[in-house]
């Protein structure tokens, strides 16, 4: 059997579908989810991702070091920005210092943003539409996998410890 991360367009296969059949033919994937509005009183671990927006980072519903200690132990975090105050991109950029990244107070990000290359977590998108979004100042530029031209980050990745983060400039793409 291959593996997941192999290729879909084979050598050996001249129409191309042994991985597609291969593929389709595994058992689906079944995920829960449990959505919290107010402060997160829950052990993180027993989640495989997190997904937070930035407004509730900023508002305190988890504390900073419990999910940078969940991502360090291999747990996955994907960050969704979103335009707003100013006051929130410099509380957002306070939330995120330690991971060496920031939020530039430069207005909303809106467009269409193409991926740099063959980025492997954004190989299924040709470009991204971006509306009301915020851009990322990553420290770390092979981190950005989509920008907006000016070497801010649309979408980066980053590892943390054991785990991944993935910061997204608003929900819009998903």
């Known amino acids: 059997a291959s593996s997941l991360g192999e290729s879909l367009f084979a050598e050996g296969d001249p129409l191309r579908l042994r991985r597609l059949a291969e593929l389709l033919s595994l058992p689906p994937h079944y995920y829960a989810n449990?959505?919290?509005?107010?402060?997160?009183?829950?052990?993180?671990?027993?989640?495989?991702i997190v997904v937070l927006p930035a407004e509730v980072a900023t508002l305190g519903a988890i504390t900073r070091q419990e999910l940078l200690d969940y991502v360090a132990g291999g747990g996955s975090l994907l960050l969704l920005g979103a335009a707003g105050?100013?006051?929130?991109?410099?509380?957002?950029?306070?939330?995120l210092g330690p991971i060496g990244?920031?939020?530039p107070s430069a207005g909303a990000v809106a467009g269409q943003f193409a991926a740099h290359g063959r980025v492997e977590v954004a190989r299924h998108w040709n470009d991204f539409r971006i509306r009301e979004g915020c851009a990322f100042a990553v420290e770390d530029e092979s981190a950005i996998a989509v920008s907006d031209g000016s070497g801010r980050a649309v979408l980066a990745t980053l590892s943390y410890g054991l785990g991944r983060m993935a910061l997204l400039a608003s929900p819009t793409p998903l």
């Not at 919290?36 to 052990?43: H, I, M």
């Open 101 to 103: 990244v920031s939020v």
């Open 34 to 48: 449990d959505e919290v509005w107010g402060p997160v009183e829950r052990d993180l671990d027993g989640y495989s």
């Open 85 to 95: 105050e100013s006051a929130i991109s410099e509380t957002l950029t306070r939330w």
